[in-house]
Nanobody
Framework: QVQLVESGGGLVQPGGSLRLSCAAS????????MGWYRQAPGKQRELVAA???????NYADSVKGRFTISRDNAKNTVYLQMNSLKPEDTAVYYC??????????WGQGTPVTVSS
């Protein structure tokens, strides 16, 4: 079992930036595909970005060019840099750890509100 703790959410004006962090417990962090998902009120949870231990990243079309996912395996941490934020980015953002075996673990979520 891996525990995930997100941080970095908050209130930001349109056009602003935030950086989310997700710290993971355990010694096999490097094997997980790490992802950020979000869920807006009344909507289904959706994938925002994902990053395997090696290989290319994957982004939702709505955030391409604005968001950047990265990971530091030495710190067991994955980040989501969010720039040029829009009101439609408002949601609770969740960190996810996934293995090819089907294992999934979720963080508790961190809220992001983009409003003037």
């Amino acid at each position: 079992q891996v525990q995930l703790v997100e941080s970095g959410g908050g209130l930001v004006q349109p056009g602003g930036s935030l950086r989310l962090s997700c710290a993971a417990s355990g010694s096999i962090f490097r094997f997980y595909v790490m992802g950020w998902y979000r869920q807006a009120p009344g909507k289904q949870r959706e994938l925002v970005a994902a990053i395997p231990s090696g290989g290319s990243t994957n982004y939702a079309d709505s955030v391409k060019g604005r968001f950047t996912i990265s990971r530091d395996n030495a710190k067991n941490t994955v980040y989501l840099q969010m720039n040029s934020l829009k009101p439609e980015d408002t949601a609770v953002y969740y960190c996810n750890a996934h293995l090819a075996t089907g294992f999934d673990s979720w963080g508790q979520g961190t809220p992001v509100t983009v409003s003037s």
